[in-house]
């Protein structure tokens, strides 16, 4: 038998390494400028799936949101890839690019060749990426390619085998949005949970902007004000607050006791933007002071800032399962220093209701057990005398089942895909037979085939009969010889 303790030890430090490797990819990605790349499905399934138009205007905004020295591409498929805002950093030219993109996506193509896409937008950054790249799908449909079901079958299975392993060895996460409930929405679920994204079945695709604003915030980890009393409070260390409305014509302005700001005020600071179901204001080096906004901000509007002093939070998966327990760790720094602050107060929401003070101090712990079905924003307020701060985070939490293999013998997904995130414990009421799935993967995955489906008290007891023998064989090798007397 050649499976022995040493391939088992070598197998779990090889894991070891691979997770303090990821760690520190990790820890790289959070100082490295944003890199997002959207993925828009052109085709004509797409008439009825987004009969509005709404990807144009989506997509708009969040080219204009995108910071500068960040990364970014747009590219189109269908039938085949094409390359909408070529990939490079964001500088000046993004700024005129909103109506080209609203005109130029349409929903034409005969096929949806999303393994194509997928493959572009994962390597567009080469094969040396200095951070993590946020990869933004939408999509309605299916892995439909030229060549008929086989064809397609054969496309969906190389995502699951090759695609889908490349984006996470080049430390890339996978938003993926479904315009329909007709979509592969098993094989969307995959791309997300394997890649630690963003999973989103819209309800209407009027609900594209905010899901494609939760995604964007994820890559940007972006940083927020909270309203207060219809108020904000600006500091001194804010570089550029962004004012960003969806479904309202009403101008967006900003008041202090001796002035406005909005989109009629002439200053070069500020920028106004606006589109089909949105508007934003851009305010450059803004005047430190307390702020009141002149129209009541509903749930899915944001304040979006750039600042050194930051609300850091733990990072966390965004799709995750209904018996998973999130862990949160928070607190205030200032380009990677704690900023302390005894008088600092904590208010956590997950869901539409803030609770009352949270915690109070220089960080905030705490876990949230059991999170219910469906989508939820995770908000977290930090107040003190100097800094006002807020974070939203968008999780999509999936109903707690065993996985199931996605079927590889046709284009469409089979069963429901379980959250592989969830912890793994043990269970007294598993039979033996299941017993062996309490092995971690990477050691189920070296096993020999015929031996991935004993259960586990025999791969302990052949494992122990492998020590005995190799124990056995060393006593007699080692034995000493006993020699005649002459």
């Known amino acids: 038998m050649r499976w022995t303790i040493s391939k088992i030890t070598q197998t779990f430090a090889c894991s070891l390494i691979t997770g303090l490797f990821a760690a520190t990819l990790s820890a790289t990605s959070a100082a490295s400028p944003a890199d997002v790349r959207v993925l828009v499905d052109v085709s004509g399934s797409m008439k009825k799936a987004d009969p509005k138009a709404v990807r144009g205007p989506a997509t708009a905004l969040l080219a204009a949101l995108l910071p500068d020295q960040s990364k970014g591409g747009i590219w189109l498929f269908g039938s085949d890839v094409r390359e909408l805002v070529p990939y490079g950093p964001v500088d000046a030219r993004w700024d005129a690019l909103g109506k080209p993109i609203e005109a130029s996506i349409g929903s034409t193509d005969q096929f949806t060749h999303m393994e194509s896409a997928l493959r572009t937008g994962i390597t567009a950054g080469g094969d040396q990426p200095t951070g993590a790249c946020h990869v933004i799908l939408i999509t309605d449909g299916i892995v439909d390619v030229q060549g008929g079901k086989d064809a397609s079958s054969a496309s969906r299975d190389r995502i699951l085998k090759t695609v889908l392993p490349d984006a996470t060895d080049k430390n890339c996460r996978i ?8 979509a592969d929405l098993p094989l969307l679920r995959q791309m997300a949970i394997q890649t630690n994204g963003l999973f989103t079945l819209l309800d209407q695709p009027g609900d594209l902007i905010p899901v494609m604003l939760d995604a964007l915030e994820l890559a940007l980890r972006s940083q927020q004000l909270p309203i207060r009393n219809q108020e904000i409070q600006i500091d001194r260390d804010i570089r550029q607050i962004r004012l960003i409305r969806l479904g309202s014509d009403t101008p967006i302005a900003l008041r202090s006791t001796d002035k406005t700001i909005d989109a009629k005020e002439q200053s070069q600071d500020v920028s106004y933007y606006s589109g089909t179901g949105y508007q934003t204001m851009i305010w450059s080096n803004p005047i430190p002071g307390r702020y009141t906004l002149t129209e009541q901000f509903g749930p899915t509007d944001r304040i979006l800032i750039d600042s050194d002093v930051r609300l850091e939070l733990v990072d966390l998966p965004p799709t995750i399962s209904t018996d998973q327990t999130l862990g949160l760790s928070a607190s205030i720094s200032k380009k990677g220093v704690a900023v302390n602050a005894d008088n600092r107060e904590y208010f956590v929401a997950f869901g539409a209701k803030m609770d009352p003070l949270r915690s109070k101090g220089n960080s905030l712990t705490m876990q949230i057990d059991s999170p219910q079905i469906g989508r939820s924003i995770l908000t977290i307020q930090s107040i003190d005398g100097a800094h006002e701060r807020q974070i939203q985070r968008a999780f999509e939490v999936l109903e707690a089942r065993p996985a199931m293999e996605i079927g590889s013998g046709t284009s469409q997904g089979v069963g429901q895909v379980a959250s592989t995130i969830a912890a ?21 995955n070296q096993l020999p085939e015929e031996m991935r489906d004993w259960p586990l008290w025999q791969l302990i007891v052949s494992a122990l009969g492998a020590i005995a023998v190799v124990a056995l064989v060393i006593g007699l090798v080692l034995r000493p010889k006993h020699h005649s007397p002459e």
């Open 175 to 182: 938003h993926t949005i479904a315009l329909s409930n007709k």
């Open 424 to 444: 793994q414990q043990a269970d007294p009421k598993v039979s033996t037979n299941d017993a062996a799935k309490l092995l971690p993967e990477t050691v189920t």
